[in-house]
């Protein structure tokens, strides 16, 4: 496939970005073709439909490159300088740049950059808050194991107060069957039923009656800016430890779509976050926190990380620098400015949007307003070549599997170039294929949750206007994906 590539046309006109991805498909078939076609098929896929998932996007072919090498056959546990293997030099030195470009990119006093996922952050920044408290100047190690007991005991008693699932929380943050809830005892506030929002006031109530060691704060599916500045307050009040959770927006924060006492840096002492989302950075995990808890935080591995990813913090690494620039300035602005409008417009179609709109990437619709769930929407919207999620929404009468809601994101659409005028025709193929979409109904004529049908040529239709869309905003232009595909055997 790659000789192909070298003799397809004279050198000058060959381009890097088609080479490397060549070059590597051609290595991974000759480990197993079958991922080689599968690594093929997801970009024709990704490609065909339009990725409206809010927690995706599509990082640069840079921080994919950094990910593909021999950095994964090293082991690293320990950080920077403390390594419990030998020969870590060359992985000290990717980590350390990771980690300052992260502080700069930030303004952050101390960042950890090994976790593997959101989720892990955020057990590393609870593991680090727990620690912290029931700190010992002797070494835990060395403790009796009566006294060890003891202290295992009350770290296990501590409470934990976080946003609900419904309301728009992530599972890590006090879900009943997540290991969160197992360590801590947790309560969960919520945002009003009818209105789809936080209120302070309540908040403010509820820090006091629980007076939690961790109040933590973020979701995957709330649409509007939260004032950390205020919950600063609230929770110095009852002297709670604040962490956020910001894998959802962290890519607004770092370009300054969200700024000022909606940024949560300045005000937590602990923030967590994924790096692949409005980041734009390659799947992994990051823990940003004050000095005072740096000591705690970096022993996220081996405490509760296995090795770290050398391959991935380098690509971090590569994230972090792009995002430090001005057109990612200009991306972020343009995330939220195309979210805006394709809440304002599907509005305008007569769609239920929670909120009324949204501050940030997230749009979140309720289509139990239109008689059909968020399953059957969510798998209607895919076969007419829309990827996005269902999602639960306050008080949600269908629960987590079926949901009465969908939650849209501009990430990555932005990031293929799409703008306003884009935004109102996928929020018009969107309303349009929702009001096409009728409920099955069993042999007792009750209504399907699962099973629907589409009106007759919606599903044609929409698949031509989302293809004349992406026409025009190709993903990762320069592979010439059709030639991939004639010339791996
Ligand atoms: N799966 C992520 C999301 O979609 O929001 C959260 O973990």
């Known amino acids: 496939m790659l000789n192909e590539y070298l003799s397809s046309k004279p050198l000058n006109e060959l381009n890097t970005e088609m080479l490397t991805f060549t070059a590597n498909l051609e290595m991974v078939a000759r480990g197993n073709p079958q991922i080689a076609k599968s690594i093929l098929q997801e970009l024709i896929d990704q490609r065909s439909h339009l990725k ?10 840079s921080t994919q490159s950094a990910m593909g090498n021999l950095l994964t056959d090293k082991y690293a546990e320990g950080f920077v300088g403390n390594r419990f293997y030998a020969g870590c030099d060359n992985v000290d030195n990717i980590e ?5 470009e992260a502080k700069r990119l930030f303004g952050a006093e101390h960042a950890y950059v090994q976790p593997h996922s959101g989720a892990d952050a955020n057990l590393v920044a609870f593991l680090a808050v727990l620690r912290k408290k029931f700190h010992t100047t002797e070494n835990i190690l060395n403790l009796p194991k009566d006294e060890w007991e003891k202290i295992r005991k009350d770290m296990g008693n501590q409470r934990l107060l976080g946003m609900g699932l ?9 879900y009943r069957h997540n290991v969160s809830a197992q360590l801590f005892e947790v309560f969960n506030y919520d945002v009003n039923e009818n209105t789809g929002l936080l209120e302070y006031d309540n908040l403010r109530n509820m820090l006091q009656e629980v007076k939690p060691l961790i ?41 300054g779509a969200i700024s000022g006492k909606y940024n949560p840096i300045p005000y937590a002492d602990i923030v967590t976050t994924t790096t692949h989302k409005t980041l734009r950075g390659p799947r992994g995990g990051m823990v940003l926190c004050k000095q005072e808890y740096a000591e705690f935080v970096d022993k996220g591995c081996p405490h509760v990380l296995g090795g770290p990813l050398p391959h991935v913090m380098a690509a971090k690494a590569i994230a972090f620098k792009e995002a430090n620039s001005p057109e990612y300035k200009a991306y972020a602005a343009k995330v939220v400015e195309n979210s805006t409008h394709l809440a304002a417009t599907l509005v305008t179609k007569g769609i239920h949007v929670q909120t009324g709109g949204t501050d940030n990437h997230i749009v979140l619709v309720n289509v139990e307003k239109l008689g059909i769930t968020g399953r059957q929407a969510e798998l209607a919207l895919r076969e007419c070549g829309l990827t996005l999620n269902r999602n639960t929404l306050p008080g949600d009468k269908y629960g987590p599997w079926y949901t009465s809601g969908l939650r849209f994101g501009t990430p990555a659409t ?6 306003k005028p884009e ?16 409920a099955n109904l069993d042999k007792n004529g009750n209504k399907s949750k699962a099973k629907y049908t589409l009106a007759e040529n919606a599903k044609e239709t929409a698949i031509k206007r989302v293809h004349s869309l992406l026409d025009k905003y190709v993903l990762y232009p320069e592979i010439d994906v059709e030639f ?6």
Not at 52 to 57: D, F, G, P, T, V
Not at 423 to 438: F, G, H, N, V
Not at 484 to 489: D, G, I, W
Request: aromatic share 8%; glycine share 10%.
């Open 484 to 489: 991939l595909q004639k010339n791996l055997k």
């Open 96 to 100: 350390a740049i990771a980690c300052d």
């Open 414 to 419: 932005t990031s293929l170039g799409m703008g």
């Open 166 to 174: 419904y309301s728009g929380g992530h599972l890590t943050h006090g």
């Open 215 to 255: 109040f933590l704060i973020g979701f995957s599916a709330y649409t509007r800016n939260i004032d950390y500045s205020l919950l600063r307050q609230y929770a110095d009040e009852v002297g709670a430890v604040m962490v956020v959770d910001m894998a959802h927006f962290a890519g607004l924060v770092a370009g």
């Open 423 to 438: 935004m109102e025709e996928i929020a018009d193929i969107i309303a349009t294929t929702l009001k096409s979409i009728t």
């Open 52 to 61: 409206l998932i809010a927690s995706e996007n599509y990082c640069s072919l």
